[in-house]
């Protein structure tokens, strides 16, 4: 098997960098061919990917969820698809954590090298793909009032700093929201649709969802309070929550359609470069991911 290293050397604290050459250098017990590559600019790893196909049998992200993001996006469409693997290098690597990868970079690559293979969902909206999750509204503005550096000094609990700032500034929108499950008409001030189960880190808010059963799970907060933030918190994996009368809406689906007013951004795993309406649907077993202990 040949594998392709695609590195962005400056993810996170740039640990891989450091710790690049001994990575590859265990990989080369496994694979017959290692060969690396160091991304300079955005968009540099999605056209790797694309030149890749048919040529290497497994690609290894080396980065962030950004990193990641983008190496999906141009692997989920390919007629060819290799195998994908996660090296995490970023502040809170939510696929990593969920297909179970150890997140010290160091490990991780021994678990690569065990060469254990699953077929997960992919989450597509328009063009766009996304392992995650999908949100708007409050979700979208946490991830936007991050302050870089808290980031950098805190890692993954800069998120929920980030949190506390923006629940008071939470602002309703009109949502109109279909699919084959439920559909709802009103005010609501986030809808979060996930594939994965880690967002910031942390099981807390996705913690239910699975990624390899052909379904989203879908979250719809009404309006911001304590009752349906602990009620979204303690929904355990097969609850739904219908009641036209409760703050908050949880069902699965395979598709599901967004029209607000006004328009929002979209927050796909932690990207942000489109806007709503927006039709999310889920590909069943799209993408063969080398896994670790989940």
């Known amino acids: 098997m040949k594998a392709a290293v695609i590195l962005n050397p400056n993810a996170g604290n740039k640990k891989l960098v450091n710790e690049i050459d001994f ?23 999605a056209e790797l990917v694309r030149k890749l196909e048919g040529k290497a049998d497994v690609i290894i992200g080396a980065g962030g969820d950004g990193t990641i993001y983008e190496l999906i996006n141009a692997l989920a469409p390919l007629q060819q698809r290799p195998a994908f ?78 949190v506390g700032r923006t629940l008071n500034q939470a602002e309703p929108f009109q949502l109109k929201m279909t699919s084959e499950k439920a559909s709802y008409e009103g005010e609501a001030v986030m809808v979060l649709i996930g594939n994965g189960p880690f967002l910031g880190g942390t099981r807390a808010m996705l913690g239910n969802s699975s990624f390899q059963d052909g379904l989203l799970d879908v979250f719809v907060i009404k309006e911001m ?32 359609h967004i029209e607000t007013t006004p328009e929002k951004t979209v927050d796909c795993d932690g990207e942000k470069e489109t806007t709503t309406p927006s039709t999310i649907t889920v590909l069943y077993n799209h993408i063969n991911m080398i896994v670790g202990n989940k």
């Open 225 to 256: 309070g304590i009752e349906p933030v602990m009620a979204w918190l303690q929904t355990t994996p097969d609850e739904e929550q219908l009641d036209p009368e409760s703050n908050l809406m949880h069902f699965r689906a395979k598709e599901v």
């Open 23 to 45: 990575i590859c250098d265990r990989l080369n017990t496994a694979f017959e061919a290692v060969t690396l590559y160091k991304t300079e600019q955005p968009g540099d790893g």
């Open 85 to 162: 693997a996660i090296l995490p290098g970023g502040t809170c690597n939510d696929f990593s954590r969920a297909i179970g990868m150890n997140q010290n970079p160091l490990k991780a690559v021994e678990q690569i090298i065990e060469k254990q293979t699953e077929a997960v969902d992919v989450g597509k909206h328009g063009e766009d793909y996304f392992l995650n999750f999908w949100g708007i509204g409050l979700v979208a503005d946490v991830s936007e009032n991050i302050l870089e550096e808290n980031k950098e000094k805190f890692g993954k609990l800069s998120y929920y700093m980030s």
